[in-house]
């Protein structure tokens, strides 16, 4: 039984990778569109569905992880948190390019950092003239 639940593990594994690249590849070259054989089409336009599609599978894949695991997935990412966050700011910054905004602001960025200047002083107090 446990050999089964590590295959179905596996290939929900590669089903969230591979979501992934036809998400990622949908946002660089704005879709895909296949023919195989000559009758079936493989297409995708939007990123909603490789995207949810993703998730889920990559967060069953996860859930039967830890079913198994001496180490919960939770207990791990400490560890590759760094690596998460760099990823993370890579993709808003590919995302970002890709869609024309290349403005890392907007009409709050002064308050948001106003604001944190008044914490890290201690003073959140700010005195009208």
Known sequence: MRNWLRYLQTVLFVVAIGNLAVL?????TDGIHIKVFGHVVFSSWDIRRPSGAAAICGA???WLRDRSAPTPTWALLPRWSRWIAAAIAVTATVVAVCFGNFVA???D???YISEAHLWTTGRLE???A
């Open 60 to 62: 069953i894949a996860l």
């Open 24 to 28: 990622v590849w949908d946002l660089v």
């Open 105 to 107: 602001g907007g009409a």
């Open 126 to 128: 700010v005195r009208d």
């Open 109 to 111: 960025s002064y308050g």
